[in-house]
């Protein structure tokens, strides 16, 4: 048969390597053409946003927050692009986002709820107590601490983007971070990134997009430490209640920063954004050096709000409502699926996290003694860690004899009231205001005074409980011995925000999560 092509078979690659090559300099001559010039979005407080209150001095607008812009200006918050934006492109990662923690930041009812209590009702938010919100928001809100909008006099408007919590966009737009200093201490340059219209004038300068959007080759910071650090470190500074030196709060990137995670070159992004951060936490534990792989569901420790065994109605409640693509870039049915994952990628992290072991058990003077060793196995912090109020873990103990029958039991949960025993090992950080009260709904602007009841677990470590328990006359020689670790996202008090804000009463027991467990008979000698 005759050759039907005009040219051979090597000049044919040839003559398509130069045709995509004329097309990529025309495309590029046309969006130089067509691409308009960058404009100055940046938002003047005295000029665009006169009633915007500054009670800490116009040169620090995000006080007590520590965000930041190049320029010290707020941002234009209708040139945002959202996440449904990114989504036409990257719909696999923005679905990822849309089921974690970072998406709904600012939605979660619990805490909403609970910087609304902070603001409106404690003693010192009695005083600026709506700016002094800008010292949470500038995390769980950075977009609308950016734009102006935690303000008393508030004119800024409301769009999808400013729903979205800690939104693609925030991230994707930081220059620099100071971890050490905490809440939210990012420069973000969101007025400079490059306005395209459309997604598909990106594919005209995609290297111009890659710049803009910190790309990982770009900017390094993406893949550090430090960019997660600077929220998840929380430091009260004194301007919140006027009366306290700054109070440490969270230390989560301190904890890391002196770990052997961080000297082997373990980052935060490294376990919590891996496909599958129990399976590469499990294989660091082997001491193996496991593939690098990337998800945006930030897989941390909120094992309720990702809950899909919740009924749906409750659950999208305590969310804040459907996602913003939901029916616009995908259905109800692919969400859920997804949340599911991310549900299971949570509790499978937690469990990965921790490991508990008796001892074996003496008869002494009349007494059952042994230990429990729990050892933080598995996580690249302490154990719990983040806002250690709330965030806390707690050992049930249950002793049988021979006939199975119970002698000792401490540490019970009901699961009717979200009452627990309060004499069992707690690792808690216990938090009293000036008067010495106790303060268990969150209300850190009134804090005062911090008490362990357990210190945090540092990663690799181990902590020993010792227990001592009086037995009959008649002891028995095999004790079977069965030791429970819990892990809990909050106390239960702090959902009486919810009511307490007219947000409605929501009935919901916060559930304890078991995260690791030891249950073996001891024949005693």
Known sequence: MKNPFPTNCFKLPLARFFFVFIATLLLAAAAAFWLPAPVDLSVEAERDLPLYSQPFGADHPFFPGELSTPDGKLVNWRAVPGSRFCGECHLK???????SMHAISDLDLIYDSTVLENTDATEAGKAHGMEKGRWCEACHNPLGTLAGAVTPANSVQETETMEEGTSCVVCHAVNHAEPQVGNGALEVDINGIFRYGHPALIAAAPSRHARDMRARREQPLMGDSALCGACHTEIRPTAVSGATPPLNLQDTYEEWRHSPYARAGIQCQDCHMSQ?????????????????????????NNYLLSNTNLPSGLLMSLRGGSPSGLNRLYDRKTFNAELTKTFESVVALLKEAAEVRVDAPKVVDGELRFQVAVTNAGAGHALPTGPLDQRYLWLEIEVKDVQGRVIFHQGAF???TGEEDLTAARWLKEVTDSEGKPLRRHTLFDAHTLTYTRPPIPPKASDTVDFRIPLEAAADSIYTVRARLWYRIALQDIVENIERQGLGKVDVILPPLLIAESSSPWSLP
């Open 276 to 300: 599958d951060p129990a399976g590469f936490v499990a294989a660091l534990k082997r001491g193996e050096k496991p593939k690098k792989t990337l998800s945006h569901r930030f897989v941390g």
């Open 93 to 99: 990662e923005t679905l990822e986002w849309a089921t």
């Open 414 to 416: 009901n699961a009717k």
